[in-house]
């Protein structure tokens, strides 16, 4: 089995590993990032770019760059509420330059942040190569074994790092067991040409018993239908039709593009869930992202919250990645089983916890509201939050309230509950 030394190994090409992965490289730490798949290119993944990221991108000096890529930017997001429309979501309260939103499909920023991290000799980005196994010596993670295009390879590292997803089997053969919440909901997503007659960016409609998501790309829309946990087959077994009417309950406006829903293989189901391991790390081993903890649709944070914990990781690792330097452990060493005397040294664990204790806090308070939220706004049975014919008193009531509103859901969505920024000597 071919070997190959690193500094860190990073488990997953997602935001936060691709984000952690750049920035460690960048600043001449030798990294490796393990992408299983053979691109980047996977439907109904999250495609809001909030504007805490696109700071983070500013301050690596890529948000230029970035913004350069096809793109929807978005400064409101309305609501609409049994036919009433609302103005939640107001970004241009924010402080700029950061004051909108991005909507992007992940694929290409994805890509963005890869072609960044080739042009660092350092940074090494192996597609279709997946971590199967972890390397334990001394009851201390060493590495990974990954099974690529051209078989296995054993990468050993200094650190680490999971960052490949809620079903992370790295994180189980690290001992890390999540703990899990009830979710009452699933998605189901698809796509429909975007119709030209189109209102205004909408986050979601809620009416008609239901609840439907609405992402704007630039020549279709992607959809995503609230339906009850474990509720699929029985949608399912109504047919199309029934599927069509259940859209249109909540958003009618979008009848004639459903349309060219003529097959069920067009219609993804996304199961939805929310967990946060209670413990993210282990002697060279540290879960990010979504195998730390899995977010819910609700507000499409779950990007960001991993590309925060990317920033904070890199932020307090990077000097001591960068002093450790590569493992230096030969052939013959791996072979006689010396590996360990060789070459040991590793993170101090009061780093990796630091890093936990810095980001749980804002994980759990966050994870905390989406469950309310679907307690509440996006139950599947639907609430009746406002009358369909709203009195003129209820009316003058949301437009005191909407500012505040505004103030306070632009700063929660936008920014997060701990904005994380790239310190200035990482920049």
Not at 220 to 235: C, R, T
Request: net charge neutral; aromatic share 6%; with cysteine.
């Amino acid at each position: 089995m071919e070997t190959l030394n690193t500094t860190c190994v990073i488990a997953g090409g997602g935001p936060a590993g691709m984000m952690l992965g750049l920035i460690l490289a960048r600043n001449g730490v030798d990294v490796v990032v393990l992408e299983k798949h053979a691109d980047f290119f996977r439907d109904f993944r999250g495609d809001t770019i909030h504007p805490s990221t696109i700071g983070v991108l500013g301050e690596l000096g890529l948000g230029e760059r970035f913004l350069g890529l096809p793109h929807t930017s978005v400064r409101a997001l309305d609501v609409v509420v049994n036919g009433n429309r609302l103005h939640p979501i107001d970004f241009s309260r924010l402080a700029p330059p950061d004051d909108f939103l991005v909507l992007a499909p992940q694929w290409d920023f994805l890509n963005f942040l890869a072609e960044d991290g080739r042009r660092h000799p350092n940074f090494r980005l192996l597609m279709q190569t997946e971590a199967t196994e972890l390397i334990w010596e001394e009851d201390a993670v060493r590495g990974v074994v990954a099974h690529g295009p051209d078989g296995d390879l054993e990468i050993r590292a200094r650190l680490t790092v999971s960052a490949d997803g809620r079903a992370s089997e790295l994180r189980s053969q690290a001992g890390l067991r999540p703990r899990r919440f009830g979710v009452p909901i699933d998605v189901l997503w698809f796509r429909i040409p975007k119709p030209e007659d189109l209102p205004v960016h909408t986050l979601a409609y809620v009416g008609g018993g239901g609840m439907v998501v609405t992402i704007e790309r630039h020549d279709y829309v992607q959809v995503g239908l609230i339906i009850p946990k474990g509720g699929y087959g029985e949608l399912h077994a109504g047919g199309l039709d029934a599927f069509r009417r259940a859209v249109i309950g909540a958003a009618p406006h979008l009848r004639e593009a459903l349309e060219t829903i003529t097959d069920w293989d067009q219609v993804k189901l996304l199961s939805v869930q929310i967990d946060r391991l209670p413990r993210w790390y282990r002697r060279g081993f540290l879960a990010i992202g979504d195998a730390a903890h899995a977010m819910s649709p609700a507000f499409g944070v779950g990007v960001n919250y991993a590309v925060q914990d990317a920033v904070a990781t890199a932020n307090a690792l990077t000097a001591t990645l960068r002093e450790l330097g590569p493992v230096a452990v030969s052939a013959s060493a791996v072979a006689s089983g010396l590996a360990a005397e060789v070459d040991s040294a590793e993170v101090d664990l009061r780093l990796l916890d630091g890093i936990q204790r810095r980001r749980m806090p804002a994980v759990a308070a966050m994870q905390r509201i989406q469950l309310a939220a679907h307690r509440t706004i996006s139950r599947p049975e639907g609430v009746r939050l406002l009358p369909e014919s709203m009195p003129a008193v209820l009316r003058a009531a949301l437009a005191v309230a909407t500012p505040g509103m505004q103030a306070v859901s632009s700063r929660l969505i936008g920014r997060g509950l701990r904005p994380e920024s790239v310190s200035p000597e990482l920049r």
